[in-house]
């Protein structure tokens, strides 16, 4: 099994900046791309940046110049720096990675259980 585990939620005031984590763990064969999504309250799910293997990076238009996702593949960790954050940033925002388990072919969807980011005005 492969687990996903975010970290470094919180509070921050608009204008300000947060760095969010999320560390895969367990039988890790090797990560193919990785994702950063976003739910806001009463709103649907929706990506918000995508990293592939190799290292390139797609953004949502709301988030384009402001957020930067990463990788450390040494660490099996993706990244997600928000800056200049606004108030309707605020959602509980969660990592998904395709990983392949050791002793498997195939790539499976994996989910972390999200950290909530609140941005106050």
């Known amino acids: 099994q492969v687990q996903l585990v975010e970290s470094g939620g919180g509070l921050v005031q608009a204008g300000g900046s947060l760095r969010v984590s999320c560390a895969a763990s367990?039988?890790?064969?090797?990560?193919?791309?990785m994702y950063w999504y976003r739910q806001a309250p009463g709103k649907q799910r929706e990506l918000v940046a995508a990293?592939?293997?190799?290292?390139?990076?797609n953004y949502a238009d709301s988030v384009k110049g402001r957020f930067t996702i990463s990788r450390d593949d040494a660490e099996n960790t993706v990244y997600l720096q928000m800056n200049s954050l606004k108030p309707e940033d605020t959602a509980v925002y969660y990592c998904?990675?395709?990983?392949?388990?050791?002793?498997?072919?195939?790539?499976?969807?994996?989910w972390g259980q999200g950290t909530q980011v609140t941005v106050s005005s």
């Open positions: 998904n990675a395709d990983a392949r388990e050791r002793g498997s072919l195939y790539y499976k969807n994996y």
């Open positions: 367990g039988s890790i064969f090797s990560i193919n791309a």
């Open positions: 990293i592939t293997s190799g290292g390139s990076t």
